[in-house]
């Protein structure tokens, strides 16, 4: 599908005023890893040596496997039960993941992408409005506020907060709702196909995919310092 063809023809030919972003996989990634994170905490908890590997391995496996899953901390206790599977006792799990919940509410197992920051600086400074559409818990802000990313953001929307998870079109409308604009004024970018790339459009905004390990196409960018230019091209 060609994003500045197919999908522009159905939207009245405004130029753009805000752009919306992912967090997760789009701003910033758990760092070293989730399995890292894990095993550190389990550690220092005095639990034997873990294999990372592992860790990361079947955490991978739940995350996908998930269903209905609403980002409360009984959810997330699910998943390190089953990432812990088979090394550590579900009772064990139980115990530990208050440690581990609060972890990762600390900026220091968390990576932000080289290429956010020039990427936000070069669209807050062209005089677009800034916000996020994230599915995520009640951890979110705060961190954003640790990471120094919270001011160049208008409004942050996070699906614990109205109870409805991308790529859901409520959550993209309560998002529009609190900009005060029409959607087709309005790009969202993310990492996920189904969550944001189709979710955004299906709620009448643009979209983009990012795809860091892809080659640029009509709808997909592998770094975020390609949306300016891309804005340009498409809708200036």
């Given at each position: 599908?060609?994003?500045?063809?197919?999908?522009?023809?159905?939207?009245?030919?405004?130029?753009?005023?805000a752009v919306?972003?992912?967090?997760?996989?789009?701003?910033?990634?758990?760092?070293p890893?989730?399995?890292?994170?894990?095993?550190?905490?389990?550690?220092?908890?005095?639990w034997?040596?873990?294999?990372?590997?592992?860790?990361?391995?079947?955490?991978?496996?739940?995350?996908?496997?998930?269903?209905?899953?609403?980002?409360?901390?009984?959810?997330?206790?699910?998943?390190?039960?089953?990432?812990?599977?088979?090394?550590?006792?579900?009772?064990?799990?139980?115990?530990?993941?208050?440690?581990?919940?609060?972890?990762?509410?600390?900026?220091?197992?968390?990576?932000?992408?080289?290429?956010?920051?020039?990427?936000?600086?070069?669209?807050?400074?062209?005089?677009?409005?800034?916000?996020?559409?994230?599915?995520?818990?009640?951890?979110?802000?705060?961190?954003?506020?640790?990471?120094?990313?919270?001011?160049?953001?208008?409004?942050?929307?996070?699906?614990?907060?109205?109870?409805?998870?991308?790529?859901?079109?409520?959550?993209?409308?309560?998002?529009?709702?609190?900009?005060?604009?029409?959607?087709?004024?309005?790009?969202?970018?993310?990492?996920?196909?189904d969550?944001?790339?189709?979710?955004?459009?299906?709620?009448?905004?643009?979209?983009?995919?990012?795809?860091?390990?892809?080659?640029?196409?009509?709808?997909?960018i592998d770094?975020?310092?390609?949306?300016?230019?891309?804005?340009?091209?498409?809708?200036?």
């Amino acid at each position: 599908m060609d994003l500045t063809n197919n999908h522009s023809e159905n939207l009245a030919p405004f130029a753009l005023e805000a752009v919306l972003f992912d967090v997760g996989g789009t701003l910033m990634e758990p760092w070293p890893s989730i399995g890292h994170v894990y095993a550190e905490v389990a550690e220092g908890s005095g639990w034997k040596t873990l294999d990372i590997d592992r860790l990361n391995h079947q955490f991978e496996g739940a995350w996908k496997a998930k269903a209905d899953f609403h980002y409360s901390p009984e959810h997330w206790q699910n998943i390190v039960i089953e990432s812990f599977e088979g090394m550590v006792s579900r009772e064990a799990c139980i115990e530990l993941f208050p440690k581990l919940y609060r972890r990762f509410e600390d900026p220091d197992v968390w990576r932000i992408f080289d290429d956010v920051m020039p990427a936000l600086d070069d669209l807050a400074s062209r005089g677009f409005r800034l916000g996020i559409v994230s599915n995520w818990d009640n951890r979110l802000k705060p961190l954003l506020r640790r990471l120094k990313l919270d001011g160049f953001f208008d409004f942050v929307c996070v699906s614990c907060d109205i109870g409805f998870t991308k790529p859901s079109p409520v959550i993209f409308e309560h998002t529009i709702g609190k900009f005060g604009l029409p959607p087709e004024r309005m790009l969202h970018v993310g990492d996920q196909a189904d969550e944001d790339l189709k979710g955004a459009r299906n709620a009448g905004l643009h979209s983009l995919l990012l795809d860091r390990n892809a080659q640029c196409g009509t709808e997909v960018i592998d770094r975020l310092t390609e949306l300016s230019p891309r804005i340009t091209e498409a809708w200036i």
